[in-house]
């Protein structure tokens, strides 16, 4: 779906049934069409920012997701 529609960022929880998070974002970082897309891992564990920025992912938002933090986390990406 990313490669096809190119979007701006990609929101992209952890906790998903069948394919997780981080090999979502393996799948999107190999990809050419979708690897410099920003991905922001949104997610109810218990790590801090850094364990996702070095998983690659550009940026984090912890649940349950405050709109204010929402907004300044898609403003510093796009």
């Given at each position: ?8 960022l990609?929101?992209?929880d952890?906790m ?9 974002l393996?799948r999107?970082r190999k ?5 410099e ?8 564990m218990?790590?801090n920012?850094e364990?996702?920025?070095?998983a ?12 204010e ?10």
């Open positions: 779906m990313a490669q096809q529609h190119q979007p701006d990609i929101l992209l952890i998903m049934p069948e394919l997780d998070g981080m090999e979502v393996k999107l990809n050419p069409q979708t690897r897309i920003p991905v922001i891992a949104v997610t109810g218990n790590e920012r364990y996702f920025l070095s690659g992912f550009d940026d984090w938002l912890g649940k349950p997701i405050e709109f933090e929402l907004e300044e986390v898609i403003r510093r990406h796009i």
